[in-house]
């Protein structure tokens, strides 16, 4: 019997191809402007931080990128930097630290290199996990879009690679990064560890099936209540192996820092330019770990489908979600002596008061409401308990590149306070290439909110983008 497959089959071995490495430019300009005090939810939610809150805003971004052109060679490497300048009109919300009339930033400034299958990069780059299309998702409970990218160290196998002797049957990958949250909010010089594995089936067969377990944990930092938090190297193995150690009592009896971890199971089923992927998150703030699902809190998670297609252009991916967080393993933590372990409280923590954002935005989910929305300007998570329904729709018509999504979401506020509110979020977006003006991308996003949530609101954002190629080499 011939196999069809080398036992090991990674790309490096085959002839190099003659292909060149090319350093590109992009600039590109945006505007939004919205009635009512906030931008709608779906033009600044998931953008990576980029898009201003405020009703009247406006972009200028530039940069250069080399992206990675050898799959095929035992090396390669890429990078890129951008600087973004905006400006916008002062409102309510949030507190004044973002609420500054003119800002400078980076979300994209790193160094990546490739070595066979170890990736190693350095910087900031925007990263989500667990998602199959991320141009129509609500977000990754632990990790999405939403908050702007932190400065980053990471080593691991980035891409998903043959185990070997198995003839691609099995694919691995994983990692592990340190991040820094410069944001300074409430903790200061706070860091967050994070390592993952995963494992795929199938290979080239027509159904795959992977998983993935991601555990992360805030770290280290200065606590205006509690001072050193812990910042030595010992301090760092214990959030690596999660285990108890510090100054504050609480660490000592659990595990030192803010500890979150989040499962991923995929089912993928592919044929000629189609394939179908059903996908499945979880969530969990207290041990002890439950694969799987069988935990405290299994009615809590993620659940989508994705379908993407060729073979027509007009409707070229479908997604469908569902998020769940209402369950947080019961409404008591603690009650008449008896510790049952609920009231989880998703993306907070008592000593990092911040919780889980990053610039007043949720690093996980935008469903889970940012502090950004904080009428009385506070930092804290203050609704965390949601039902919500997602669902996208993009494709391609003579050119004009469409993407349209609509969210439903019943909030509840958290256990500690509970409170009703409701908001559909809708946003239709068409982005066209005009060649004859200059080689211009033009974009076009209407949005809107209608609920109790965040009250009727109606908003547009206009991008004119430029791109091209500096040189070759």
């Known amino acids: 019997m011939t196999l069809a497959w080398d036992w090991w089959p990674l790309p490096f071995d085959s002839i190099e191809q003659n292909r060149l490495d090319t350093l590109h430019y992009e600039v590109s300009i945006l505007g939004t402007g919205a009635l009512g005090n906030m931008l709608p939810f779906w033009l600044q939610s998931n953008r990576h931080g980029d898009i201003s809150a405020s009703p009247l805003s406006g972009n200028l971004t530039a940069g250069i990128h080399k992206p990675a052109t050898h799959p095929h060679r035992w090396f390669d490497y890429d990078f890129a930097v951008s600087i973004t300048g905006k400006i916008q009109k002062q409102h309510a919300l949030p507190p004044s630290t973002i609420n500054q009339l003119a800002q400078f930033y980076s979300n994209l400034a790193y160094a990546h290199l490739r070595l066979y299958c170890i990736d190693l990069t350095a910087g900031i780059i925007p990263q989500s996990y667990g998602i199959p299309d991320g141009q129509l998702t609500s977000g990754g409970l632990l990790f999405s879009s939403n908050a702007h990218p932190m400065p980053q160290v990471s080593i691991g196998i980035d891409q998903w690679t043959a185990f070997p002797g198995l003839y691609g049957y ?18 200061k010089q706070a860091m967050i560890h994070h390592k993952w594995i995963g494992g795929k089936i199938g290979g080239k067969l027509p159904v795959n099936i992977s998983y993935e377990f991601h555990h992360a944990a805030q770290w280290g930092g200065y606590s ?3 001072g050193d938090l812990g910042n030595t190297w010992n301090a760092f193995l214990n959030a690596l192996f999660v285990r108890s150690g510090g100054s504050m009592a609480t660490d000592q009896i659990n595990a030192q820092g803010n500890h979150i971890g989040s499962q991923t199971l995929t089912l993928d089923v592919k044929g000629n330019k189609w394939k179908v992927s059903a996908y499945w998150q979880n969530m969990f703030e207290d041990g002890p770990i439950k694969f799987i699902g069988f935990g405290m809190n299994t009615p809590d998670g993620l659940w989508g489908i994705n379908i993407t297609q060729q073979h027509w252009p007009f409707i070229s991916g479908l997604t469908y979600e569902f998020v769940q967080t209402t369950d947080q393993s019961g409404p008591f933590h603690d009650k008449d002596g008896f510790v049952f372990g609920g009231n989880d409280s998703y993306y907070t923590n008592s000593i990092y008061q911040n919780g889980w954002n990053y610039w007043y935005r949720t690093i996980g989910t935008p469903f889970i409401t ?5 009428t009385d300007g506070t930092i804290y998570t203050l609704n965390n308990r949601v039902k919500a329904h997602f669902i996208g729709i993009k494709g391609d018509i003579y050119g004009y590149q469409y993407r349209v999504m609509c969210s439903y979401a019943d909030n509840y506020g958290t256990y500690n306070k509970p409170y ?19 080689g211009l991308d033009f974009c076009l996003s209407i949005a809107g909110d209608f609920g109790t949530q965040f009250g009727n609101t109606f908003g547009a954002m206009l991008t004119i983008r430029k791109q091209g190629i500096i040189t070759q080499w």
Do not use: F
């Open 170 to 187: 099995l694919q691995i990958r994983g990692g592990i990064r340190n991040m820094w949250m410069i944001d300074n909010m409430y903790v």
């Open 224 to 226: 205006p209540a509690y």
């Open 370 to 374: 940012s502090p950004i929305y904080n």
């Open 420 to 438: 009703r509110s409701n908001n559909t979020a809708i946003l239709m977006e068409c982005c066209k290439h005009v060649e004859k003006a200059w």
